[in-house]
């Protein structure tokens, strides 16, 4: 299928007052500590939130993080495409649709289809019509509502994982031109849903990054009262 026609088939689900979120951004782009404020704020405005990760959050999804995070053989990157997709139908089908069918439900996704875009289209060169095509099934065509992409460079996420000095993970072990397509592809990835995705500047400080993040909240949270009450 044509770019063009396969953009169209993506859309966020439907259930009134609930509303999905994302968090993109590369490795040490400050998504997990972003997404503790917001759900500490959404909380305080009484919204049910519900953090969900990728790969995982089921059982079937944490076995495959495990497997792929884990892996000492290099994964071909139409495998690690297949095993992402997964891992998301199945997160979907078994958390997602039921949780946000409870009105009022905010689940935020820490990584969703951008990072298959970035990592699988760009980075390990499948190209996104390839990773858009896996996805054209339902639930896969099952988008967030709004996005954020912490943008940062690839030189500052390498500093962050330096500071955290944890054991490297399967993607943690490529070098800076991986890292520098990554970029690439995220940036590709904001062009092609530019209504969805919202770039914020991960470079500054945390409390500046969720400054950012939570005026945009408040619109979105603004809108869905002015849509009730009409
Ligand atoms: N992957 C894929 O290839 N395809 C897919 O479709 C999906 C995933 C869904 C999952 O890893 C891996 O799977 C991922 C992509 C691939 N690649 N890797 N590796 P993960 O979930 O284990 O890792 P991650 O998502 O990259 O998490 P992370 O490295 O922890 O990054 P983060 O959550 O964005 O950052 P953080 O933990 O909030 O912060 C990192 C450090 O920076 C920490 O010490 C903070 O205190 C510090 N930090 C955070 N914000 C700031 C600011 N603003 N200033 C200064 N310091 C900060």
Redesign the pocket.
């Known amino acids: 299928m044509k770019m063009t026609e396969l953009i169209k088939k993506f859309r966020p689900p439907a259930f009134p007052g609930s509303y999905i979120l994302s ?1 993109e ?12 404020k917001c759900k500490e704020y959404l909380e305080s405005l009484d919204f049910r939130v519900l953090v969900l ?4 959050g089921t059982s079937f999804g944490e076995k495959l ?1 495990q497997a ?2 884990s892996s000492s053989a290099e994964i071909h990157p139409v495998a ?2 297949h095993l ?2 997964a ?2 139908a199945q997160l979907l089908t078994e958390v997602t649709l039921k949780e946000l069918a409870v009105p009022n439900t905010i689940i935020i996704y ?11 289209g760009e ?2 060169g499948l190209g996104f019509e390839t990773i858009l095509n896996c996805h054209s099934s339902f639930p896969l065509t099952l988008v967030p509502h709004l996005t954020f992409y ?1 943008d ?1 460079p690839a030189s ?2 390498q500093e ?2 330096k ?2 000095n944890s054991p ?5 072990k490529q070098g800076a031109e991986f890292y520098q397509n990554l970029v690439a592809g995220y940036n590709k990835a904001c062009e092609l849903f530019p209504n969805r995705i919202v770039r914020i500047n ?8 969720f400054e950012e993040i939570k005026s945009i909240l408040e619109n979105l949270i603004k809108q869905k009262y002015e849509t009730t009450e009409n």
């Not at 040490?28 to 997404?35: E, F, P, W």
């Not at 490297?168 to 943690?172: A, H, L, N, Q, R």
């Not at 991960?202 to 990054?209: A, K, M, R, W």
């Open positions: 968090l951004g590369i490795e040490g782009a400050g998504k997990s500590t972003q997404i503790v990760r990728e790969p995982g993080r792929i995070l690690e495409l992402f997709a891992s998301r820490d990584r969703y289809l951008d990072s298959t875009l970035a990592y699988q980075a390990r912490l940062i500052l996420s962050r994982q500071l955290r490297k993970d399967y993607f943690e991960g470079s500054q400080n945390e409390e500046g990054v």
